[in-house]
């Protein structure tokens, strides 16, 4: 059974940078795709960013192109996020999803979850 762990959040002033990880067990993950979604308080669920381990092919949330970068280490077996220029309205719950198969920005689409990591930016 896929199992996906995410750490890293915390809190952060305006401007820093943070690094979560997902650590993902359970499956053989050269054929998912791996994706960060997050959660404010009050608010849907939101597409992040996305990539096909093995294959390298990224997709970015409009609002997070040229800050955040997602990565994977496929020995590991690890997915990351860097997160750069990080200004309040970033501040959500984080969570590392995965799915078999092609990127997917749809909430939706992916079959497997983390329990979310907190990530709060002070102004």
């Known amino acids: 059974q896929v199992q996906l762990v995410e750490s890293g959040g915390g809190l952060v002033q305006a401007g820093g940078s943070l690094r979560l990880s997902c650590a993902a067990s359970?499956?053989?993950?050269?054929?998912?795709?791996m994706a960060w979604f997050r959660q404010a308080p009050g608010k849907d669920r939101e597409f992040v960013a996305a990539?096909?381990?093995?294959?390298?092919?990224?997709n970015y949330a409009d609002s997070v192109k040229g800050r955040f970068t997602i990565s994977t280490d496929n020995a590991k077996n690890t997915v990351y996020l860097q997160m750069n220029s990080l200004k309040p309205e970033d501040t959500a719950v984080y969570y590392c999803a995965a799915r078999i198969g092609s990127v997917y920005v749809n909430k939706a689409s992916y079959n497997y979850w983390g329990q979310g990591t907190q990530v709060t930016v002070s102004s």
């Open positions: 990539i096909r381990w093995g294959g390298g092919i990224t």
């Open positions: 359970g499956g053989t993950f050269s054929t998912y795709t």
